[in-house]
């Protein structure tokens, strides 16, 4: 069966990526590129030269401004959505409701509120459309073979993830992903957090703290920590996996990409040599190399290993084609981004919250605009 996909939000300049944009599209691209039952057949972007460009990129035929007469005239089977957080439900919503795509695929976060990223899911699954989020780097090496080696019992029962990155909402959604991969989604029961956000720090339109301390705990026994921004050096890796004999780092500061300890030495782990980031060489050649260690992606005599992200549109793809959830489907993408938003909540109330969360508004963007939080502009 052929697909012909349709890309909303196209970006800007793929070769100067910044907080304000960073043209994803151009990897999702890549990504339905590789597959021989996608064809690239439509894009829209408010800004035209922007979809001009993309278009020109990748031999797109039907360039638009308005996603809906995108939609309407193309009837494209899968739309990947790349425009910043604060719209993707206005979009996807809009999508499901024109019951056109069988599938969504729409970039991280999820979206800017909590009510925004239930309804994302709830109006897909009323329309049967398939709803995944960008989630790509559950797909490297490190974080597969780290799950290979916790599921064949390497480190005992799992009793502690520890993990820091620069914030817990565009960069740690990432991570709270992984961990609840690690767990096979087991539940969370509570959270509870707080943060320092003096000065601003707005990534793509969203406000993300500048120091945050995350503590929550999983319904079978199983703890987290997170740790972000200026405090992430307490915890010196990437993700820990503490368990009941042993210990495993992904993308340790210390080590490489992935290591495990029994006893008192560490062991380095192969992940073929991939890092936490994808950095397989691309027809593009836009992609920076972020590797632990500066170590390049592999390729092998067939070719370039796919990036993440291509991974990522591959299980898409494959879900789709055999009438499962993918991977990385919306109900997985809310477990872990209900930490996000609990997280905040927590700073907000002050107190350790009970999940289901029971709020729809983001709680850190609304302590700035109620002048709880007041961040002195950025340099």
Known sequence: MGYDIGFIGTGADPDDPDQDGFAMAYRHAAGYE???SCQLTACADIVRENAERFAAEYGIEHVYE???RMLAETQPDIVSVCVPPGIHADIVVGCAETGVPDAIHCEKPMAKTWGDCREMVEACEAEGIQLSFNHQKRFGG?????KRLLDDGAIGELERLEFSEEHLYDTGTHVFDICSYMTDG???EWVMGQVDYREENVWFGAHNENHGLTTWAYADGTRGLAMTGEGSDYVDCYLRLRGSEGCLEIGSTEGPPLRLRRGNGWTRVDTNREGIHSTSPSRLGRVRNLLVEGL???STDSGPSA???ERAIAEVVEALEAGRPPEIGGR??????ELIFASWESARRRARIDLPLDIDD???ESMVEAGELNPRPAD
Do not use: C, W
Request: glycine share 0%.
């Open 296 to 298: 390049p992606f592999v």
């Open 66 to 68: 308005q996603y809906e």
């Open 186 to 188: 087991e539940p969370v």
């Open 362 to 364: 983001n709680p850190l």
């Open 34 to 36: 590789t597959l021989d």
């Open 307 to 309: 990036t993440y992200t």
């Open 332 to 337: 997985t993408a809310l477990r872990s981004t």
């Open 142 to 146: 490190p974080v597969r073979e780290a």
